[in-house]
């Protein structure tokens, strides 16, 4: 009617083609109603209509880390050897390798030192490729302020299983357990990966 307002009724103007991609939920109807409609080739048309709508992969760094952190707690550990042995897989896609090393003998210190300190007190700490090369090693009996070492590949690294392997003395104060050796072995491998949106892992 002439004169009486409109209600209920809403002018769109628009400038031109919007050539943005649908929206979330407008994607999942099209989805479904192409699923549900049509079989077989319902779904492949589903599938083309998701990996249209995904932003595409990229290129991404994946790190694996191998710790040995170990402290001794009693005058008894002196006696016994620690060791341990701990192997990782180095690929071609493996870009770098660091390895963080640090060594306190907070006991051992107030012992005294001896011809023996090598004997009674010492981290060893060994990485071996998977040709039986040795590519890093420590050896101490005194503290040993955190240190850091990056292996690159020269022109790659050998393929396989990797090891590290670490033999270790000292002691602790066992009656008020303020004083202890300790030390810390932490190697990080670097990976190049292929990294698809909404997947936690990469591959």
């Known amino acids: 009617m002439?004169?009486?307002?409109?209600?209920?009724?809403?002018?769109?103007?628009?400038?031109?083609?919007?050539?943005?991609?649908?929206?979330?939920?407008?994607?999942?109807?099209?989805?479904?109603?192409?699923?549900?409609?049509?079989?077989?080739?319902?779904?492949?048309?589903?599938?083309?209509s998701v990996e249209f709508l995904r932003e595409p992969a990229y290129e991404s760094l994946a790190e694996e880390k191998v710790t040995v952190i170990h402290e001794f707690t009693s005058l008894i550990d002196y006696t016994e050897e620690f060791t341990n042995r701990s192997t990782f897989q180095v690929t071609g896609d493996?870009?770098?390798?660091?390895?963080?090393?640090?060594?306190?003998?907070?006991?051992?210190?107030?012992?005294?030192?001896?011809?023996?300190?090598?004997?009674?007190?010492?981290?060893?700490?060994?990485?071996?490729?998977?040709?039986?090369?040795?590519?890093?090693?420590?050896?101490?009996?005194?503290?040993?302020?955190?240190?850091?070492?990056?292996l690159q590949p020269n022109p790659s690294f050998a393929e396989g299983e990797w090891e590290l392997d670490v033999k270790a003395r000292?002691?602790?104060?066992?009656?008020t357990g303020t004083l202890r050796d300790n030390f810390m072995v932490m190697v990080t491998v670097t990976n190049s990966c292929?990294?698809?949106?909404?997947?936690?892992?990469?591959?």
Not at 170 to 175: E, F, H, K, Q
């Open 170 to 175: 000292g002691a602790g104060d066992d009656i």
């Open 2 to 48: 002439l004169g009486m307002p409109q209600r209920g009724l809403h002018r769109v103007e628009s400038g031109g083609l919007d050539m943005r991609r649908p929206g979330p939920a407008v994607a999942l109807l099209m989805v479904a109603l192409m699923a549900s409609t049509s079989g077989c080739m319902g779904l492949i048309a589903a599938r083309e």
């Open 194 to 203: 292929v990294q698809y949106p909404l997947v936690e892992e990469c591959s």
């Open 94 to 150: 493996t870009t770098e390798i660091n390895v963080y090393f640090k060594a306190s003998f907070e006991l051992s210190r107030l012992v005294g030192g001896s011809a023996l300190d090598n004997e009674t007190r010492y981290v060893r700490a060994t990485l071996t490729d998977s040709e039986g090369m040795v590519q890093w090693e420590q050896d101490v009996s005194e503290d040993a302020s955190p240190l850091e070492e990056t």
